[in-house]
Nanobody
Framework: QVQLVESGGGLMQAGDSLRLSCQAS????????MAWFRQTPGKEREFVAG????????NYADAVKGRSTISRDNRESMVYLNMNWLKPENTAVYYC???????????????????WGQGTQVTVSS
């Protein structure tokens, strides 16, 4: 079993920058793709950004491309999401997810991911 714990969310203002962190524990995760998703009430969980095991590939949703950076530290079993120029539409619960297959790909559908964190709320006011 793998446990994922997100942190770094909170109440922000439009234009702020934010860094979300995800700590993995339980089993080594440095061979697997990890990603960030987000969800708002009444909507499906949507892909935000993903990164392969060696950081060789990253992928971003169009909504955050150019304003966000995903990174990971395999020694610390951490994955990060830096977001700049936050907008009110970035308000959501952000989830860290682990793709539990040793395939070099970054799925964008939630059901491809096996492990999830509990989420961290990000609220951006205008």
């Amino acid at each position: 079993q793998v446990q994922l714990v997100e942190s770094g969310g909170g109440l922000m203002q439009a234009g702020d920058s934010l860094r979300l962190s995800c700590q993995a524990s339980g089993r080594p995760v440095n061979s697997f793709t990890m990603a960030w998703f987000r969800q708002t009430p009444g909507k499906e969980r949507e892909f935000v950004a993903g990164i392969t095991w060696n950081s060789g590939l990253t992928n971003y949703a169009d909504a955050v491309k150019g304003r966000s950076t995903i990174s990971r530290d395999n020694r610390e079993s951490m994955v990060y999401l830096n977001m700049n120029w936050l907008k009110p539409e970035n308000t959501a619960v952000y989830y860290c997810a682990l793709y539990w297959k040793q395939i070099v790909t970054i799925p964008i559908t939630p059901n491809e991911y096996t492990y999830w964190g509990q989420g961290t709320q990000v609220t951006v006011s205008s």
